[in-house]
């Protein structure tokens, strides 16, 4: 083997083998287990995220591959309407071409040719991730076979009349000019105003003041609304007021969604540019008057002066024509949240058109029932309240999307504007009995990218066709995901899987948090915090890492903020910590939290736990590889310390297992951790070294040693796998060949997972080796504590000792002298005095160390005050930082805990620096 562990010598390499060998496709043997990958956006990269839940579900699928199951991972990508046609577009415009210069049929074919240049970015990186789904059955959602899917979901909802064509208000991004999803916007705090108004009342009675943050809206206002137990009110309610600038009459209405104790307690009511205007609009029957273009500018409904003007530059004509008027009584500053397009970075509007709906309320009760009897399970559990709160709330789907990129709707209109849906324009005309001198059209609008992805669970299961893997995939195991698109996938696969399959289309949801900065703050562009998991594992130097983070940024004002944070984090960029670090951290950072603070420490910690596994292995083959194993037979006899680790290996092995089941991807890897470097790479290494290294030790025990090392490392290594899937590998090709395991697989990936075996569990040996380890590390603490050199033979003295202590030092006296490096061992009679020593307990038994001519008291008093003076000044510096109003108030929770933990550390060290100078200063 290699010195030292270098991930890019192996993990391209093999895991091309991997590929070219076909270890990913379904065994076609076994209990069926499956898993859906979500399917990320063709345009898109990996991101932390995806990192994240890619490996937990590869670690999953991994796991059950080598536990015998018909194992399939299904992965794909999605069209990704929006942002696809949007790189396309860019580049079009690099050119200095538009898409309408193509045509839409030209369009398309372009963003397919695009797509076989560039789509396939984000599997090449979920290769270098190691992960292991069926390739050969990667599917993208515009697929021919996925389309057809679409089709057929699309006509037979229309046939029942749970698709429908209506005129309601969406989310409309004016510079892509279509409707987009929740998803899709961003709400964040800007700076804005408050404009508040005086409605004067038609009989001249009075007047109503109003307040605004978008005050060009009030050219559609259609009425002002009270709270109807507002008694300051009562006598205006059915009254009108004129509306200023365009001397509409408008009524004064009663409506119990107003907040009286909010502003003035009247509200002006825009029902075709407010969501909550517009269902309050349609409780009163109020008009609904649309003020905006597509492009949101203003129309012709509105006075001619403000016609065709932008909305911001109308919002400033209006104000400044309000103030004028004398009607703006006053100009607020306020801080506002503000819905922008994702990927346009617009201001959305909430606007009226014409768009495709799903009726949701029959589909959703079935979906509801599923997760409620039990069919589908929520982990953690506390998702499920999110989900039926939302589900019990459930408004139709605005599936329509005015873009060129999709399923284009299969709609057709007549000169008149009548609807037939159906397969083709040939299949309508004959169905409807329609001739061909009448002109047919089909629909602009394809469908909103989600759904096409509700069809999912069965659509990639070669859905309409009656296909084996329908019968056997459906439903898969668990769905891995965020929280954040519960509404906008889960819950619409439950109800088309129900109501297309008549099964549910997962057993489990496993809901991930989300991964934020070390900070705790969401990992964004434009907080210049991003972390691309490719860096992590391969590297990359300042300046590459500088410009990526800078590039392209929608507010490029904070580039040099961002440069100089990351130039102060990273100040030599980002080291190369290799897959299997990576993943192992994502793996012990999977917790039940909804956020997950990412450390990059513990990356760099994971790193080290790679070599100390590739050093471990270095040691076991330098004492197997030339000698005899057992491996073909020959008389053995086990240790303590051989029946001991064995006994170590089966509890981790049990569970690991429990921690799996339980989705608790963090204790799996604690105990993984655990085993890996404290019992065994610590102990279990040191204590051969008394059995391989000794005169007195028979063949038979050196063989025993020999055989439990080379084993319990390759059981290590299959136990490891799914978390690491590339340094396992490497070193199991190397040592199972001198194991006991004969299989005749040719890599890890596809061996069996070890099996818990009750018959190498030994209680004693564990009682007695935990005993060894107590006496072991108390002799070592001491050392540590009080300065003394690990080479130092010491005397000890032992007080209180038992039959069961009197026996363990018989059986284990000689690698005692050896692993604490004892010079002699005396036994005190009760009642005798000892010197003044240091002391450890191992239950009841005292070991004592005397001091008298160990150390240099006054060299180690000075010592331990100069440590404490340090300690001090440190812990002073903290507590002022804490004490700081100005630092409490502004720094992130997670920054103060860890300033917090900090000083609780600090005072612990000063307390035990204060007991060993009392300790020293007795001698």
Known sequence: MDKTFDPHNIEKECYAKWEQQGYFKASGEGQPYCILLPPPNVTGSLHMGHAFQHTIMDSLIRYKRMKGNNTLWQCGTDHAGIATQMVVERKLNGEGKTRHDLGREGFVKKIWEWKEESGGTITQQMRRLGTSPDWEREVFTMDDSLSDAVQEVFIKLHEEGLIYRGKRLVNWDPALLTAVSDLEVINEEENGHMWHMSYPLTDGSGHLVVATTRPETMLGDTAVAVHPDDVRYASFIGKTITLPLTGREIPIIADDYVDQEFGTGCVKITPAHDFNDYEMGKRHNLDIINILTDEAKLNDVVPA???????????????????????????????????????????????????????????????????????????????????????????????????????????????????????????????????????????????????????????????????????????????????????????????????????????????????????????SKSKGNVLDPIDLIDGIDLDSLMDKRTSGMMQPKMAAKIGKATQKEFPQGINAYGTDALRFTFAAMASTSRDISFDMGRVEGYRNFCNKIWNATRFVLMNTEEFDTGRDGGEMSLSVFDRWIWSQFQETLKAYEVAIDQYRFDIAAQHLYEFTWNQFCDWYLELSKPVLNSEQSTEAEKRGTRNTLINVLEHMMRLLHPFMPFITEEIWLKIQPLSNNKTTAESIMVDSFPEFDASKHDQAALDDIEWVKSFIVGIRNIRGEMDIPPSKPLPILLRNVSQSDQSRLHKSGSYLAKLAKLESVTHLAPGEQAPASATALVGEMEILIPMAGLIDKEAELARLNKAAEKIEKDAQRTKGKLSNESFVSKAPAAVIDKERTKLADMEMQLGKIQAQKAEIAAI
């Open 305 to 523: 002066k403000y016609q065709g003007m932008d909305r911001f530059d109308a919002r400033a004509a209006i104000v400044a024509d309000l103030l004028e008027a004398g009607v703006l009584i006053k100009t607020d500053e306020h801080k506002l949240k503000v819905p922008r397009g994702d990927r346009s970075g617009v201001v959305i509007e909430p606007y009226l058109t014409n768009q495709w709906y799903v009726a949701v309320e029959s589909l959703a009760k079935p979906a509801i029932e599923a997760v409620e009897s039990g069919e589908i399970r929520f982990v953690p559990e506390n998702w499920n309240k999110t989900y039926y709160q939302w589900m019990n709330n459930i408004q139709d789907w605005c599936i329509s999307r005015q873009l060129w990129w999709g399923h284009r709707i299969p709609a057709w209109f007549d000169e008149d504007g009548k609807i037939f849906v159906g397969r083709n324009e040939a299949e309508i005309r004959e169905k409807n009995h329609i001739p061909d001198a009448v002109k047919l059209r089909q629909d602009e609008d394809v469908l909103d990218t989600w759904f096409s992805s509700a069809l999912w669970p069965f659509a990639t299961m070669g859905w309409p066709k009656q296909t084996s893997e329908l019968e056997t995939f459906v439903p898969s195991s668990v769905l891995v995901t965020g929280f954040d698109i519960i509404f906008f996938w889960v819950a619409r696969m439950i109800m088309m899987t129900k109501k297309f399959t008549g099964k549910v289309p997962f057993k489990d949801i496993y809901i991930t948090g989300l991964i934020r900065d070390e900070n705790g703050d969401k990992m």
